[in-house]
């Protein structure tokens, strides 16, 4: 059974760099089947994609945050990870981690989602 | 980054049918952006309810249907239940990436 699951500080200061790292198990970051993703929810609001790395290391990030983003594999750790520079408190929210299926183009495995808080 | 419009809130009463749509602030959606339809509930991460337009994701009911109506894609519901009362979001895939309607949020009363 695949999963996937979130871990990283749940408080992160503004102006710093919120890094979180997804586990996968069941399957390996090197297949070429899919995207590894990561998507956030601020507090009430909708849903938001933020990017998603490729086996090969190419990624692919939203325009509105890819200045910031940083999507990166990390095989030896079965894991990839996300860096969102320069925070503020409009960053705060729930991070969920995410396995798109290529070629059908759809998220079929999510994490349970990690909250992050921006504040000093 | 091209915006994708879903209706903020719906309601249908238990046991009707209801149609959520999926639209963009320009053009029309068709399913070379392999419409797809997410679930949330509450507390709780998104499930997958309907992939490509129409396909429906494992273990889900064939009350949810999905298509193209018109210049739309579109959830349809046959036969709400309670449980169906959750938050809705639409996904187009573009080159630029995912990009996610704002939700309808459903109640069933």
């Known amino acids: 059974q695949v999963q996937l699951q979130e871990s990283g500080p749940g408080l992160v200061t503004p102006s710093e760099t919120l890094s979180l790292s997804c586990t996968v198990s069941?399957?390996?970051?090197?297949?070429?089947?899919?995207?590894w993703s990561w998507i956030r929810q601020p507090p009430g609001k909708g849903l938001e994609w933020i990017g998603y790395v490729y086996y090969t290391g190419s990624t692919n990030y939203n325009p509105s945050l890819k200045s910031r983003v940083t999507v990166s594999l990390d095989t030896s750790k079965n894991q990839f990870s996300l860096n969102l520079r320069s925070v503020t408190a409009a960053d705060t929210a729930i991070y969920y981690c995410?396995?798109?299926?290529?070629?059908?183009?759809?998220?079929?495995?999510w994490g349970k989602g990690t909250t992050v808080t921006v504040s000093s | 980054q091209p915006v994708v419009t879903q209706e903020p809130s719906f309601s249908v009463s238990p046991g009707g049918t209801v149609t959520l749509t999926c639209g963009l602030s320009?053009?029309?959606?068709?399913?070379?952006?392999?419409p797809t339809w997410y679930q949330q509930t509450p507390g709780q991460a998104p499930r997958t309810l309907i992939y490509?337009?129409?396909t429906r994701s494992s273990g889900v009911p064939d009350r949810f249907s999905g298509s193209i109506l018109g210049n739309k894609a579109a959830l349809t519901i046959t036969g709400a239940q309670a449980d169906d009362e959750s938050d809705y979001y639409c996904v187009l895939y573009m080159t630029s990436g995912m990009v996610f309607g704002g939700g309808t949020k459903l109640t069933v009363l």
């Open positions: 995410a396995r798109f299926l290529y070629y059908y183009y759809y998220i079929d495995v």
């Open positions: 490509s337009t129409k």
């Open positions: 320009s053009g029309s959606v068709s399913t070379s952006y392999y």
């Open positions: 069941g399957v390996s970051v090197t297949s070429a089947n899919y995207f």
